[in-house]
């Protein structure tokens, strides 16, 4: 039997600064899509969206995405999640100014 489960992240955005997170394996929040934890059940995605949700005094809007990993990259699935990936879209800013 195949898995027909999508693979998924855990993302919010930060209380003080606006970035957007990642849950990480420690349940962690960590700006890096390449350092979140993947979840593969839906039953481990619940819990941690629960203990997230605990953490308001840190982050705010938790919710899971869809993603896809190949070679060990994790790429979200939809445009929405691959554009807050990226950071501010004004150029030089944010995440954008670290590739230059």
Same mark, same amino acid.
């Given at each position: ?7 998924? =992240?855990?993302? %919010?955005? @930060?209380?003080?600064?606006?970035? =957007? +997170?990642?849950?990480? *394996? ?11 934890? =993947?979840?593969?059940? $839906?039953? *481990? &995605? $619940?819990? %941690?969206?629960?203990? %997230? ?5 840190? !982050? +705010?809007? !938790?919710?899971?995405?869809? &993603?896809? !990993?190949?070679? $060990? ?6 445009? /929405?999640?691959?554009? /807050?990936?990226?950071?501010? *879209?004004?150029?030089? @800013?944010?995440?954008? *100014?670290? !590739?230059?």
């Amino acid at each position: 039997m195949s898995n027909t489960q999508p693979n998924k =992240v855990i993302t %919010a955005n @930060h209380l003080l600064n606006g970035n =957007v +997170v990642y849950l990480n *394996s420690q349940f962690d929040w960590v700006n890096r899509l390449s350092d979140a934890k =993947v979840f593969t059940d $839906e039953t *481990s &995605i $619940e819990e %941690a969206i629960i203990n %997230a949700n605990s953490q308001q005094h840190v !982050v +705010v809007g !938790v919710y899971s995405i869809n &993603i896809a !990993v190949l070679n $060990e990259i994790i790429t979200p699935k939809h445009f /929405r999640e691959q554009f /807050r990936n990226k950071g501010p *879209s004004n150029y030089n @800013h944010g995440k954008q *100014s670290e !590739v230059l």
